[in-house]
C-alpha cells in the first residue's frame, strides 16, 4: 500500500500563505493521481481543492483557482500544495489522497490549516 504524511498547517492571517506538502511512501509506483481535500468543520463531507496527474494534469475548485498551485517532485514522491491570498473559508484540515492503479486510494493524516480575519 501507500502511505502519506502531510505536514505544513498552522495559522495565518487572511491575505498570507502557506505551503503544504505530501510525502507518499510505500508502492508510489502505483500512484496515478495526486490531490488534496478539506474538510470543515468535522462531519462536513470532504471537498476536492486540487488533483495533479503523473502527467502534471491539474484540476482546482473554482473557490482557490488563481489562489493555490498544486506541483509535485516525483523524485522526492511529494507534493505540494502552495496557497496564497488566504480567506477565513479556507480555515479546515486538509488531507493528502492518492489514487491509483489496482484500486489504490489513500489518505493521510490530515493538517490543520487555520486562517484568522
Known amino acids: 500500500q501507500v502511505q502519506l504524511v502531510e505536514s505544513g498547517g498552522g495559522l495565518v492571517q487572511a491575505g498570507g500563505s502557506l505551503r503544504l506538502s505530501c510525502a507518499a511512501s510505500g508502492k508510489v509506483f502505483r500512484i496515478n493521481t495526486m490531490g488534496w481535500y478539506r474538510q470543515a468543520p468535522p462531519g462536513k463531507q470532504r471537498e476536492l481543492v486540487a488533483?495533479?496527474?503523473?502527467?502534471?494534469?491539474?484540476d482546482y475548485a473554482n473557490s482557490v483557482k488563481g489562489r493555490f498551485t498544486i506541483s509535485r517532485d516525483n523524485a522526492k514522491n511529494t507534493v505540494y500544495l502552495q496557497m496564497n491570498s488566504l480567506k477565513p473559508e479556507d480555515t479546515a484540515v486538509y488531507y493528502c489522497n492518492a489514487r491509483g492503479t489496482n484500486f489504490l486510494f489513500a489518505w493521510g493524516q490530515g493538517t490543520q490549516v487555520t486562517v484568522s480575519s
Open positions: 488533483t495533479i496527474t503523473t502527467s502534471d494534469s491539474t
